[in-house]
């Protein structure tokens, strides 16, 4: 495993569950950053292992939120304090059984192409600066935006920048803000002992970004005229340098080989807007353990596998596309601006949510996971669930359904409750009404 951010432990840890060898190497996040995480994301980290790293999580804190001329205050969020948190992951790995090895991945060597065998040999640089090499069977890519990406086809949003600059004043309560400006957006952030976090994201064509030895002052006068960004400017100062992190929404159109996977901001990585970065890497992690012992004791099944994890990450990369495009498309008062009119056409005019009536619901054979391993089942597909609804409390869906759809002429009550007896029966046809199945 390469890179310990959420993708590479949510992995990790997974595969030891399933009692897996498993080796990571990671060196800490370079930069002191805070992100903002929704009780659901907590939900998905507990699910995924997280035990350490959730006990660095800040209490829930007030959110505001200005935009297209209005602000609201009614949201909270958790700072996510990354260093602490990444260090509490480190933990969580190492009491699951991982191997964790701090240090820096420097080179990557696929044996089959250099034809010298079948697995991976990989250079890590310790931390006291000594090289040594690795070898490994199997291969997860999770460092991130930082995974290498040479040669790989890839689908990119409006080149994106996020600058942070760190600012430090007195003690004060939690909390945090976000502000639409012409040409982006700034997200704030305040912790409990003082520091602040001022994070402006631009559009790296058209905002005309200073110099770097003019970027501190730069960011200065551009948070200066934002009124939510006052609260945590006043009695502090700028301390350090600005940090320019890259945000440009990014899918790798390969993200599974036989003896690999791309997995989190590696394989796919969202638009910081939509808040929902650890979730979707979580997302995108938490079923590759099915995945690696697919291709590792079935082989034969190795199509199968790899197509279940790219359609999977191709589906949520364009949803989470779409959730950002219709908050920007929320902004209309700089509408035309370059950055503004790039995220609100993009990636497509495809609503978020399709209608599902029963014309357009189907059953068909679609991978699935059973028992930690990728295999066919027969699902409900419907227009917003293109992978298939599977199983509901422990029902298989489309054999019921196909079974009310072969007794037309009786009411698909009556077929439900005479396979199901009277309360579930009524229930899964009320269910099935409801989600617009029949
Ligand atoms: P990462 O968390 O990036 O982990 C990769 C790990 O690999 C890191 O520890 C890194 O140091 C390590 N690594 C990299 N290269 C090497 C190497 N050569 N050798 C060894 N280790 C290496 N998400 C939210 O949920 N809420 C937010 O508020 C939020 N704000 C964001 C703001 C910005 C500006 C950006 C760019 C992203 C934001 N995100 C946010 C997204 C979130 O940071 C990522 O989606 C999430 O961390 C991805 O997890 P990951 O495990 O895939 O990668």
Redesign the pocket.
């Known amino acids: 495993m390469?890179?310990?951010?959420?993708?590479?432990a949510a992995v990790a840890i997974g595969l030891r569950r399933m009692d897996y060898e498993v080796t990571l190497?990671?060196?800490?996040?370079?930069f002191d950053a805070v992100?903002?995480?929704s009780d659901r994301?907590v939900e998905g980290m507990r699910h995924a292992g997280f035990e350490q790293a959730l006990a660095t999580l800040a209490a829930p804190s007030a959110r505001s939120v200005t935009w297209n001329g209005s602000t609201s205050a009614a949201n909270t969020e958790r700072l996510v304090v990354r260093e602490r948190f990444?260090r509490g992951l480190l933990a969580d790995m190492r009491g699951s059984g991982v191997q964790v090895i701090e240090?820096?991945?420097?080179s990557v060597v696929d044996e089959a192409q250099a034809s010298e065998g079948k697995g991976f040999r990989i250079s890590v640089s310790d931390t006291d600066g000594s090289e040594h090499w690795i070898h490994a069977g199997f291969l997860v890519e999770?460092?991130?935006?930082?995974?290498p990406a040479a040669g790989v086809p890839r689908v990119r949003g409006a080149q994106s920048v996020?600058l942070?600059q760190h600012w430090q004043g007195e003690a004060d309560i939690p909390c945090s803000a976000v502000q639409s400006f012409a040409d982006g957006w700034a997200?704030m952030a305040k912790r409990e002992d003082g520091r602040r976090y001022l994070?402006l994201?631009l559009d790296v064509a058209s905002s005309r970004l200073p110099p770097k030895q003019h970027l501190a002052h730069w960011c200065h006068e551009r948070l200066s005229g934002l009124e939510q960004a006052q609260p945590f400017m006043e009695g502090a100062e700028p301390v350090g340098e600005v940090y320019a992190?890259?945000?440009t929404p990014v899918l790798c159109e390969h993200s599974a080989g036989d003896n690999w996977l791309r997995?989190?901001?590696?394989a796919m990585?969202?638009d910081?807007l939509s808040?929902?970065?650890?979730?979707?890497?979580l997302s995108s992690a938490l079923q590759a353990p099915a995945v690696i012992n697919t291709l590792i004791r079935h082989p034969e099944r190795a199509a199968l596998a790899k197509a279940f994890h790219e359609t999977r990450i191709e589906q949520l990369f364009y949803r989470f596309a779409r959730i950002g495009r219709d908050f920007y498309d929320q902004e209309s008062q700089w509408s035309e601006h370059p950055f503004w009119s790039a995220r609100r056409a993009w990636p497509d005019s495809q609503p978020l949510h399709l209608e599902v009536t029963p014309d357009r619901v189907s059953t068909g054979v679609r991978p699935v996971v059973d028992n930690g391993l990728i295999t066919e089942a027969r699902v409900v597909i419907t227009p917003d669930q293109p992978l298939g609804i599977w199983h509901l409390n422990s029902l298989a869906l489309a054999p019921l359904l196909d079974e009310v759809r072969a007794k037309s002429d009786i009411n698909p009550t009556r077929v439900l409750i005479e396979r199901l007896g009277e309360p579930k029966g009524v229930a899964l046809s009320r269910w099935m009404v409801q989600q617009g199945w029949i």
């Open positions: 390469l890179g310990g951010g959420p993708s590479g190497i990671g060196e800490p996040r370079p992100e903002g995480v994301v990444d240090g820096r991945v420097t999770a460092r991130g935006r930082a995974a996020s942070l997200w994070q994201t992190r890259t945000s997995v989190g901001d590696a990585a969202v910081p808040g929902n970065g650890i979730f979707q890497a």
